[in-house]
């Protein structure tokens, strides 16, 4: 079975992409980074390329309609979260890989 696909959307400048795609990898999913989307349908167009099981929006609000023209991706609005909290609602659960940082990281 391949692993879980996920792609990051920053709907903000300011956001926890980077470490949240690294913990996310090291828990074994899939992560496409495609950093700052501005409108629904950037975010739309960029959803049917990579094929995503999970569309991840940090910094902001789902934009209107968007969960309903991508039918069969989950999305979440990771809001504020903590990389740590945004990675474990990713994942749905824990993982052991979770609690231990990336190489590079530290």
């Keep these: 079975m391949s ?7 920053e709907l903000a400048e300011e956001t926890a992409a ?8 090291d828990a074994g999913l899939e992560v496409v980074h ?3 989307l501005d409108t ?3 975010i739309a167009c960029t ?10 929006l940090l910094g902001g609000p789902v934009p209107e309609g ?6 069969g991706t ?3 609005e ?6 740590e909290k945004a990675a474990e609602m990713l994942v749905g659960g824990r993982s052991h890989t979770l609690g231990t940082p990336s190489d590079r990281v530290r």
């Design 18 to 25: 980077i470490p949240l795609a690294r913990m996310l990898r």
């Design 66 to 71: 968007l969960a309903e023209a991508l039918s």
């Design 40 to 42: 629904a349908e950037k």
């Design 3 to 9: 692993p879980r696909r996920v792609v990051l959307v």
């Design 47 to 56: 959803a049917e390329q990579e094929d995503p099981d999970i569309l991840g």
């Design 74 to 76: 989950t999305v979440i």
């Design 34 to 36: 495609v950093g700052h």
């Design 78 to 83: 990771l809001g504020g979260e903590s990389p």
